[in-house]
């Protein structure tokens, strides 16, 4: 271990990024396993998608998204068949979209197992536009995260990440992944944006609209995700 440590301090004198699985933060390491079972990459894709939330939700609870990689499994991995994988590409863009979506959503850099990350126009233009929202969200999707109901596969799942200090004082990911439209009412948690008496909600770059905090700093916010879909909200 002593060794171990050794090298790794010397790599981060040197300005080596380390990815390593071990927890060595201290002694150079800078990102371990998110959490996972490599068997589970296995299972169908859309298994594949419930469980990668559940591993952000417990993955995240001791460290932060950008101290975590994940696996995005494009080509076979630990067994299973066609159901288990991405490849081909174009014919699985739903799925791609959303693993890129869940992970960057989380401010976690996965690794992707594959050898390329495209294989189509359409798919090249997937990956640029997730790429492109990250980037232009980057710091609120890197700040802390508040999670809100961890995935079980019957009902709505989320988080919402929050930093006083920005622009973007929180960003929420709410994710549907049953078979039919989902809405619902929540209470979300604002306490620790620094709001405290109205905040502006914005669904995917569309129309702001205005809440009121209650003396719990919560607000009431109705919202609908389409069947096995998605949402954002830009909190300001």
């Known amino acids: 271990m002593d060794i171990q440590k050794e090298l790794y301090r010397w790599l981060n004198e040197h300005g080596v990024y380390i990815n390593a699985p071990d927890w060595y933060f201290l002694d150079g390491t800078?990102?371990?396993?998110?959490?996972?079972?490599?068997?589970?990459?296995?299972?169908?894709r859309e298994q594949q998608r419930i469980l990668n939330r559940q591993n952000i939700h417990d993955g995240t609870i001791e460290k932060t998204g950008s101290m975590s990689w994940g696996f995005v499994p494009l080509t076979r991995y630990q067994g299973g068949g066609p159901e288990a994988i991405l490849e081909p590409l174009s014919e699985h863009l739903r799925d791609y979209e959303q693993l890129m979506v869940q992970y960057y959503g989380a401010g976690v850099q996965a690794c992707y197992r594959g050898p390329r990350l495209y294989d189509s126009e359409a798919t090249r233009a997937m990956v640029a536009r997730t790429i492109s929202w990250y980037k232009k969200y980057r710091e609120i999707l890197n700040a802390d995260m508040i999670h809100l109901r961890r995935a079980d596969g019957r009902d709505w799942d989320g988080f919402i990440h929050v930093n006083p200090l920005l622009k973007q004082k929180g960003f929420m990911m709410l994710y549907n992944p049953?078979?039919?439209?989902?809405?619902?009412?929540?209470?979300?948690?604002?306490?620790?944006?620094?709001?405290?008496?109205?905040?502006?909600?914005?669904?995917?770059?569309?129309?702001?609209?205005?809440?009121?905090?209650?003396?719990?700093?919560?607000?009431?916010l109705t919202f609908s995700i389409e069947p096995e879909g998605y949402t954002w909200f830009v909190v300001e």
Not at 30 to 44: D, M, P, Q
Not at 191 to 213: C, H, I, M, N, V
């Open 30 to 44: 800078h990102k371990i396993a998110i959490g996972y079972r490599e068997v589970n990459f296995s299972l169908s």
């Open 178 to 220: 049953t078979k039919e439209k989902l809405t619902r009412t929540i209470k979300v948690p604002l306490y620790y944006t620094g709001l405290t008496t109205t905040a502006t909600f914005k669904e995917k770059d569309g129309t702001p609209k205005k809440y009121s905090l209650n003396r719990n700093y919560e607000v009431e």
